[in-house]
């Protein structure tokens, strides 16, 4: 296997290390268009798609709440090496007010699977930065992540879930750059993506109780949640879990088939 440069790199937060991953050119041609007026030809492109080792749950309980998440979480820097504190790795304990992220991502992509057969499954929500916010939650992290709101800087309409005739245990959709910033211009300076794709029976902070979590790495110790991926935004190709960096059978909590992440691929495409 051969190792490949700096940019393609699934790195932990605590020990940095570097997997060998497979490039693999990738195209959505059966996707459904972006408008005109959102970032299709004038924004990267990124899709991701991600698959559990039982299916994507969106079953809904007795008190009409679904208890299953499925969550991507992305740290967007115009810098080729960020600060890896900006890094989302997952809550483990109540310890962060939104019960799903911690680090400082500034955007999250959630499955709605509450309602799974809704036109737009997937919600993009943007993070408040710690100043927008009066008496932020934890003055010293620049994100407030207790505070997100629905962005408005497009919706996700590029996507295949199992509700729209794709795989029963994969989610699928694409999002563009102009949708990661606050501006286009800072859009287009855009370099560098951490991402994590996180998992969970429920959030941490809906009282005690199971809870059974997964994401990128080696998830039965507290050590191996503690990895993500480093997607360089300027050349064109894909992070698979080629190197098997994602194992089958490593959720924290407990065993729980339809939260454990076996595969992921996410693709990027410069326009």
Partial sequence: ????????????RRSLRASALIVLAASCGSCARFPSNSGAGNFTAITFSFSVAGKINDTV???????????????????????????PVPVINSSSPNGRVAGSPNVFVEFNSLNPTTSLPFSLYRFALASEVP????????VNLGVYTNSTRGQIINFTTPETGGD????????????????????KALQ?????ILTMTRPANQ???????DALGDSRTVNGLNNFLA?????????????????????????EPDVDIVNYTITVTPP
């Avoid at 296997?1 to 932990?12: A, I, K, Q, Y």
């Avoid at 309980?61 to 992305?74: E, P, R, T």
Wanted: charged content about 10%; aromatic content about 8%; cysteine-free.
């Fill in 1 to 12: 296997m051969r190792s490949l440069p700096h940019n393609f790199v699934l790195v932990g």
């Fill in 61 to 87: 309980s007795s008190n009409g709440v679904s208890n299953y998440i499925y969550d991507v979480a992305i740290a967007a820097s115009p810098l080729p090496n960020p600060d890896i504190a900006l890094a």
């Fill in 135 to 142: 008496n932020p939650n934890d003055p010293t992290n620049p």
């Fill in 168 to 187: 029963a245990s994969t989610l699928t959709f694409t999002l563009y750059t102009n949708e990661l910033a606050d501006t286009d211009a800072e859009a």
């Fill in 192 to 196: 560098t993506l951490y991402v994590n």
């Fill in 207 to 213: 009282g005690s109780g199971t809870r059974v979590i």
């Fill in 231 to 255: 997607i360089n935004l300027l050349k064109s190709g894909s992070y698979t879990n080629a190197a098997g960096f994602e194992p089958t059978g490593d959720t924290f909590g407990g065993t």
